[in-house]
């Protein structure tokens, strides 16, 4: 039965409907290959690209003093060096040439008096060099890689949910499965490269300013197929989330809003930034500003409603009007106008800083014919991303992977190399992905989904110890050894039934989690974004390491399924020691 599911054979399969998906698929049939872009809901929409708000770093040559070199340390220096300084220096020098396609496929960024890119700068880089739309950003960015994607040869499937990769013998990709969110029906690709362009997992928390099923589920995948993910236990939080007004909450404050002059205030109207970070205040990295924040919070000093206070009442209403004006509308819809007063922001889950272990042609370093794009590649940011790097990041690394997987399916092509469909492994997909609406009266999808947010949201946020880590990895274990098989849905139908959807995402939501509580449990220092309470201080002699997760099937719980350890980090161009980092000998 299961052979007669449809078939889609296609050279490329790019996974995901954000920016990088797309600018991957734009590249990949720029080489005259047969590409298919499949999407979890709809193009353009699904991914966190249209939502970004503040600016795409990499333009660098207004300011005389400014260079790929300065935005490579600034990147390195803010990821703590976890960076993997090949593909950063990758990333820095390609950027520039990323905003100029931006321009030609439509997009318009604000410009100064003189005509120039009006640029803005954003925590933790040295220089302004950020080009902009208003603070709507990524909608523009989006609006042009729309409009070149409809003008180039590329098979777009939306509402389409990816949930397994395939493999031959040899360990290299031949396809995925996945299953329509239309009509339920299962569907098998047969690829020669397959691109994840899947995005983060921030969702796995409960307030998190990402798309709405970002739950880790190219990871999953990937660490399923054979692939090593590295970093994971290095979530950034994006320190100006909207707390208050409730209408908005969970909602980004766009990092334009610092940018521009925005203040942090504690009840007591105390500018708290001074005593944390006198040098750079609200221009701080978010991680600092998230964990400035929290310290607050256990100082008793946030509102009444929970959050602190983010004015701008002191910026001039023509510039609050001309450069936020999407944040501007967005609060003044419910009731607040920020050129007069304050609203309450709280840290907020936001970007997924590693991603899968790549080259710097951003295929897996583990299984051939696997690339990833965009927030589910690891590497570029380390520890901690910067504000505006995750925008030119999606350009280049969508752009590279988009050319390797493309040369690939070429490659292969000229040998006349077919690879068989694997079967039994598509038979097991079927029966997991249909499992949740065949079983009897279960456990709801989404009680179980709730509770592991609130277990996220206790132990494995913004300030973890060793403790609460070791809480949520044997609540997780139990989750999915006794708990997800049991999982049932009301509605049996197959046709957009979010129920279902949801109950799938359980398996990556879990799987991913437990892959961060592990490596923040391993990781026994303080660094970029990842806090320990029981450990405050950096480690650099130490801890100058990644942390890798590998998949182990034959672990006895999801725990000992997860395998992690470490390797020391790569440096090629721009040592510890030059950048002074403290306690490196001794």
């Known amino acids: 039965m299961i052979r007669k ?239 208050w007004p409730p209408g908005l909450r969970g909602m980004a404050g766009s990092e334009a809003l610092r940018s521009e002059g925005g203040r942090l205030y504690n009840k007591y109207g105390e500018r708290f930034m001074i005593k944390y970070s006198p040098e750079w205040l609200e221009v701080a990295t978010r991680d600092f500003v998230s964990r400035s924040i929290y310290k607050e919070y256990k100082a008793g000093n946030a509102t009444e409603k929970g959050g602190v206070y983010l004015s701008l009442t002191h910026v001039p209403p023509e510039i609050i009007e001309k450069r936020l004006p999407s944040m501007f509308s967005n609060i003044k819809s419910v009731g607040i106008d920020i050129r007069t007063e304050p609203f309450e922001i709280t840290p907020a889950a936001h970007y997924t800083d590693g991603g899968v272990a790549v080259n710097v042609m951003f295929e897996s370093e583990d299984i051939s014919g696997l690339y990833a794009a965009g927030e589910a590649a690891g590497g570029i940011h380390g520890g901690n991303r910067l504000g505006s790097n995750s925008l030119p990041d999606l350009m280049v690394t969508g752009t590279r992977a988009g050319q390797a997987a493309s040369m690939r399916a070429i490659r292969l092509k000229k040998m006349d190399r077919v690879s068989r469909i694997p079967w039994n492994q598509v038979e097991d997909e079927r029966e997991r992905v249909f499992a949740p609406l065949e079983r009897g009266n279960g456990i709801n999808p989404l009680e179980l989904r709730d509770r592991h947010l609130d277990l996220m949201w206790k132990y494995v946020s913004v300030i973890r110890d060793g403790k609460g880590l070791e809480t949520a990895v044997a609540e997780m274990d139990a989750m999915w050894a006794q708990e997800l098989p049991k999982v049932s849905v009301s509605d049996r139908s197959k046709t957009w039934n979010y129920e279902w959807l949801e109950a799938l995402d359980l398996y990556p939501r879990l799987f991913t989690s437990q892959a961060m509580a592990l490596s923040a449990l391993l990781r026994t220092e303080s660094r970029a974004n990842h806090y320990r309470e029981d450990y405050p201080e950096t480690d650099n002699r130490n801890w100058l390491k990644n942390i890798v997760v590998s998949f182990d099937p034959s672990g006895s719980s999801l725990s000992k399924m997860i395998k992690t350890s470490t390797r020391p980090v790569r440096v090629t161009l721009f040592t510890p020691g030059e950048a002074g980092l403290p306690g490196l000998t001794g």
């Open 5 to 243: 599911a449809p078939i889609i054979d296609t050279d490329v399969l790019v996974v995901g409907g954000g920016g990088a998906g797309i600018v991957a698929a734009i590249e990949s049939a720029k080489h005259g290959v047969d590409v298919t872009l499949a999407v979890k809901g709809l193009i353009g929409h699904s991914g966190c690209t249209p939502a970004a708000l503040g600016g795409i770093a990499g333009f660098g040559v207004r300011d005389p003093r400014d260079s790929w070199w300065e935005h490579f340390k600034d990147t390195v220096i803010g990821g703590s060096f976890l960076n993997d300084q090949a593909v950063v220096e990758v990333f820095v020098k390609e950027a520039p040439m990323a905003l100029f396609a931006l321009e030609d496929w439509g997009c318009i960024w604000d410009r100064d008096d003189d005509g120039g890119p009006y640029l803005r700068q954003f925590g933790g880089h040295t220089y302004r060099r950020s080009v902009s739309s208003g603070d709507r950003s990524g909608s523009e960015m989006i609006k042009g890689l729309k409009g070149k994607l409809v003008r180039s040869p590329v098979r777009v499937l939306d509402e389409t949910n990816v949930t397994r990769l395939l493999t031959n013998k040899s360990g290299e990709i031949v396809g995925a499965t996945a299953v329509s969110v239309r009509d339920g029906k299962f569907i098998v690709f047969k690829a020669k490269s397959v691109i994840l362009a899947t995005g983060g997992m921030g969702r796995v928390f409960p307030l998190a300013y990402t798309g709405d099923w970002n739950v880790g589920d190219g990871y999953y995948m990937a660490m399923l197929a054979g692939a090593r993910v590295v970093d994971l236990e290095m979530l950034q939080w994006h320190p100006t989330g909207i707390w």
